[in-house]
């Protein structure tokens, strides 16, 4: 670039700051709108079926019976309604102020004291959630093995299992959810922010008067990225401190590799904003158009929140072109494994050559003419 592309590239990016600092939507959205989510997953949202409420109607009284419940009761997963008869407890889970019953029948002490007698109980789960009722059956199958395994002449079992549970050893959710929101508020700031910078200059009529300059379409495109470019790598700091600090989720890896990751994955969410501004040159459009093709595929189909191994072929194959996809496991890995450089740097390969191809077609649809 010569000495005066460089002046008119320095002069660009100096009048989109001074816009942007100007503008109180940008502030909206690159501080208070991530705020806001990272408080709504790291507080509000859980995927953990902790102190789940639950229905036992104890209907023998006899000692093995009373352990069992004693068990249940001391469980810190459960919180524990009891009754004497299951069918005082059938209102409850009917009407969805519990969502599972277990029933210790009044035969329950027989069946032990029989000679190789297996005891049984009963489990009934609200299929309505049927994530939670799979957690119960589990939890419920766990209180079973530890109080069989403290009953008197209980026999060891040849072989013991002893689970570990690698990079996220408590299971908490927001260990995961944190990390990818993050990703999505970097969706919001790289795809939102610049699909409204174009389209803005279209409506205010100063689109024109920029044509009109010596300015290539590459100093145009260029003056308006890289301000963007810097306020997401500022709001990437924030939002890993507020991960760090306020919700305890552990940073394993380095903030170098953290950068990194965030730098390539900017690149194809700024250049499909870009894009997208750049065809729309409608604000309101633009806005409508950044939700429905970087948002919400972003928030459903990257990983975030369902498993893309279970999704259909078809959805599989969109979301190998979502650039969020890529972004969320590295940085998945980066918080609770540390720099997994192999994987990470097929990652960031994958998004540099998507960045490449929107900025491009950006490029190509920002033509220099009126």
């Known amino acids: ?97 519990i ?81 990818g929101t993050i990703a999505i508020v970097m969706t919001l700031i790289g795809t939102l922010l610049t699909a409204l910078v174009i389209a803005r200059e279209w409506e205010r009529g100063t689109m024109e008067a920029l044509l009109a300059t010596p300015v290539s379409a590459f100093e145009i495109l260029a003056g308006k990225l890289i301000p963007y470019f810097l306020l997401g790598l500022a709001s990437m700091a924030v939002a890993t401190a507020l991960a760090v600090w306020l919700f305890g989720v552990p940073l394993r890896g380095s903030f170098f590799a953290l950068t990194v990751l965030t ?20 604000q309101f459009v633009a806005s409508q158009i950044a939700l429905l093709a970087g948002f919400m595929p972003a928030f459903l189909l990257s990983g975030f929140i369902f498993e893309i191994d279970s999704m259909p072929p078809a959805i599989r194959a969109i979301s190998a072109v979502l650039p969020a996809r890529y972004f969320i496991a590295s940085l998945q890995s980066v918080f609770l494994a540390g720099d997994l450089w192999g994987p990470m740097l097929q990652d960031i390969g994958i998004l540099l050559l998507l960045g490449a191809v929107f900025l491009g077609l950006a490029m190509r649809a920002t033509r220099k003419r009126l």
């Open 99 to 179: 969502k599972a019953l277990i029933v210790i029948p009044d035969v329950f002490a027989e069946r032990i004291a029989r000679p190789g007698g297996i005891p049984e109980i009963q489990l009934i789960t609200d299929g309505a959630e049927p994530n939670t009722a799979s957690l119960v059956r589990n939890y419920v199958q766990g209180v079973l093995a530890n109080w069989q395994r403290q009953q008197p002449g209980a026999v060891a079992p040849a072989i013991t299992v002893e689970t570990r549970f690698w990079f996220n050893p408590e299971l908490k959710s927001r260990n995961f959810l944190v990390p």
């Open 263 to 282: 730098a390539a994955f900017l690149c194809p969410a700024l250049g499909q904003g870009l894009l997208i501004s750049a065809v729309a040159k409608n």
């Open 1 to 97: 670039m010569s000495a005066g592309g460089g002046r008119r590239l320095i002069a660009l990016m100096r009048k989109e700051s001074a816009q942007m600092l100007r503008d109180p939507s940008t502030f909206l959205i690159a501080l208070a709108l991530p705020l806001v989510l990272l408080f709504l997953f790291g507080y509000g949202v859980s995927l953990d079926a902790t102190s789940v409420r639950i229905g036992l109607a104890q209907e023998s009284t006899a000692p093995p019976a009373a352990s069992l419940a004693a068990s249940f009761l001391a469980s810190p997963f459960f919180r524990v309604t009891t009754g004497h008869d299951r069918r005082e407890l059938e209102p409850e889970l009917v009407g969805g102020r």
